[in-house]
């Protein structure tokens, strides 16, 4: 299956909800980081692990596949084949 087949494939309900909590945290950590004020260096470094850790974890969410839910329009065409 190829990368794009994947991120068009229905993605399951668990990892639907991580994907929108990785996007959460790239919102924040990149409002941290665009922040015009001048914010401590730890805070900033937070930011910046933080923002790669909802991209990883939005990433790896979109492309998780729901298995069952892709097989399941093969099956049905096989039961009205009379397989």
Known sequence: MKIIERAQAPTPKFFKLL???GLAML???GA???APVALPAVIVTVAGYT???GGVLS???QITVDDTAKN???AENNAHDGS
């Open 72 to 74: 399941l329009p093969e």
């Open 27 to 29: 919102a924040v950590s």
């Open 19 to 21: 994907r929108t909590i």
């Open 32 to 34: 941290l980081l665009t």
């Open 51 to 53: 923002a790669v850790a």
């Open 59 to 61: 990433a790896v969410s």
